[in-house]
T-cell receptor
Framework: GDSVTQMEGPVTLSEEAFLTINCTYT??????LFWYVQYPGEGLQLLLK?????DKGSNKGFEATYRKETTSFHLEKGSVQVSDSAVYFC?????????FGTGTRLQVFP | NAGVMQNPRHLVRRRGQEARLRCSPM?????VYWYRQLPEEGLKFMVY????????ESGMPKERFSAEFPKEGPSILRIQQVVRGDSAAYFC??????????????FGPGTRLTVL
């Protein structure tokens, strides 16, 4: 069945460091791919999405490119801030449901 | 435009009691999804509803759990005779057009259920 695999956390970075959170998926066809962010005590917020191969989603300095060759959708940011500390979830859309990875916690220190 | 609203935000129940979780979708959205997040895990799909219809309940436990989305009012996720293993965060999401594979689901803040 469909699945999403994320790198385990926590990822600990200093402010202004480069961020990569790896995400790979297993699915038939080319599902839409998403990154959601969850701040402490809150629900999930859509960060970015890509709906077809080679699409690049971007928002708030974050980017991810839909790579069908490597079945990946890695999240990147050139310079993280303390306020980016949160849990990041990669997900794919299969029919009416989202299938999530287990999440990667990011901790950014000043 | 108000976002997806859920209440209560926190709910404490003793084993054997019933839990009722409510979700009001975003204005103009007629499709609701429920997900469960166990501690330190990702979200798992439970059920997808449209007004007065359950479309996909493949993720719902077969017993004690039920969901509805009436013509008027919020969607309700009901858990009867709760057990400690039901302790989790329950998230509701809504979308305007569920049939579109590119459509975004917007999430509420969640209800954190604690079973004592």
């Amino acid at each position: 069945g469909d699945s999403v695999t994320q790198m385990e956390g926590p990822v600990t970075l200093s402010e202004e460091a480069f961020l990569t959170i790896n995400c790979t998926y297993t699915a038939t066809g080319y599902p839409s791919l998403f990154w959601y962010v969850q701040y402490p005590g809150e629900g999930l917020q859509l960060l970015l999405k890509a709906t077809k191969a080679d699409d690049k989603g971007s928002n708030k300095g974050f980017e991810a490119t839909y790579r069908k060759e490597t079945t990946s959708f890695h999240l990147e940011k050139g310079s993280v801030q303390v306020s980016d500390s949160a849990v990041y979830f990669c997900a794919l859309r299969r029919s009416d449901k989202l299938i999530f990875g287990t999440g990667t916690r990011l901790q950014v220190f000043p | 435009n108000a976002g997806v609203m859920q209440n209560p935000r926190h709910l404490v129940r003793r084993r054997g009691q019933e839990a009722r979780l409510r979700c009001s979708p975003m204005k103009g959205h007629s499709h609701v999804y429920w997900y469960r997040q166990l501690p330190e895990e990702g979200l798992k799909f439970m059920v997808y509803l449209q007004k007065e219809n359950i479309i996909d309940e493949s993720g719902m436990p077969k017993e004690r759990f039920s969901a509805e989305f009436p013509k008027e009012g919020p969607s309700i996720l009901r858990i009867q005779q709760v057990v400690r293993g039901d302790s989790a965060a329950y998230f509701c999401a809504s979308s305007p057009l569920a049939s579109a594979s590119t459509d975004t689901q917007y999430f509420g803040p969640g209800t954190r259920l604690t079973v004592l």
